[in-house]
């Protein structure tokens, strides 16, 4: 259960990592000097200034139905999200802005109780753990400090249509975070 736990977190950071193109704002263009004409025809140059880059806020979850086709759900999830196969097993990926979660069948080896789910995050020390009961399952958050810096959790398992789900996530920032936990609370038929 581990050893799926970890290769699952692993697969979650690197396509977050490839697919959202880290966290660093988008590079200021370089001054780059404007030509001008003298009175003779001459050309000469003085510098222009681009107006600094910003980084956009991720967009909130919800408002946008996303519909995870293979699992015969819908999401709620910021717009511009796209439901895709997952990288690893049988499930779909939400990728967007602010956003990305992966949600499949869930197996014999996912914690079926919050207390077993919670016992599972302990070997990643967890911090500021919020659980949450739900009408048809439970939600944990938590952090985490590894190698790469401060990571997000999301683990989310819900029983839809008399199936048992498992959605969850390893974000880099809290604003995914966020966005993950309530993409996998709105999962519906």
Same mark, same amino acid.
């Given at each position: 259960?581990?050893?799926?736990?970890? !290769?699952?977190?692993?697969?979650?950071?690197?396509?977050?990592?490839? $697919?959202? /193109?880290?966290? %660093?704002?988008?590079?200021? &263009?370089?001054?780059?000097?404007?030509?001008? =004409?003298?009175?003779?025809?001459?050309?000469?140059?003085? &510098?222009?200034?681009?107006?600094?880059? =910003?980084?956009?806020?991720?967009?909130?979850?919800?408002?946008?139905? +996303?519909?995870l086709t293979k699992l015969a759900l819908k999401a709620e999830? &910021?717009?511009?999200?796209?439901?895709?196969?997952a990288i690893v097993g049988e499930g779909v990926?939400?990728?967007?802005?602010? !956003?990305? +979660?992966? @949600?499949? +069948?869930?197996?014999? =080896?996912?914690?079926?109780?919050?207390?077993?789910? %919670?016992?599972?995050?302990?070997?990643?020390? &967890? %911090?500021? !753990?919020?659980?949450?009961?739900?009408?048809?399952?439970?939600?944990?958050?938590?952090?985490?400090?590894?190698?790469?810096? %401060?990571?997000?959790? @999301?683990? +989310?398992?819900?029983?839809? /249509?008399?199936?048992?789900?498992? $959605?969850? =996530?390893?974000?880099?920032?809290?604003?995914?975070?966020?966005?993950? !936990?309530?993409? $996998?609370?709105?999962?519906?038929?």
């Amino acid at each position: 259960m581990r050893t799926t736990m970890i !290769l699952t977190a692993a697969a979650s950071t690197l396509a977050l990592l490839a $697919c959202s /193109g880290g966290d %660093k704002p988008a590079a200021k &263009p370089a001054d780059k000097p404007a030509a001008q =004409t003298t009175e003779k025809g001459a050309s000469t140059s003085q &510098p222009t200034s681009a107006a600094p880059a =910003t980084a956009a806020a991720a967009p909130a979850a919800g408002g946008n139905e +996303v519909a995870l086709t293979k699992l015969a759900l819908k999401a709620e999830a &910021p717009a511009g999200t796209e439901a895709k196969d997952a990288i690893v097993g049988e499930g779909v990926m939400l990728q967007g802005p602010g !956003l990305i +979660v992966s @949600v499949e +069948v869930s197996s014999d =080896t996912r914690p079926k109780t919050i207390e077993d789910a %919670k016992k599972d995050a302990e070997m990643y020390t &967890p %911090k500021n !753990l919020k659980e949450e009961k739900l009408a048809d399952g439970y939600a944990i958050s938590f952090e985490n400090e590894g190698g790469m810096g %401060k990571n997000y959790w @999301v683990m +989310v398992r819900r029983e839809i /249509g008399g199936k048992a789900y498992w $959605c969850e =996530t390893t974000a880099s920032q809290p604003e995914q975070q966020e966005n993950a !936990l309530k993409a $996998c609370k709105s999962l519906k038929p």
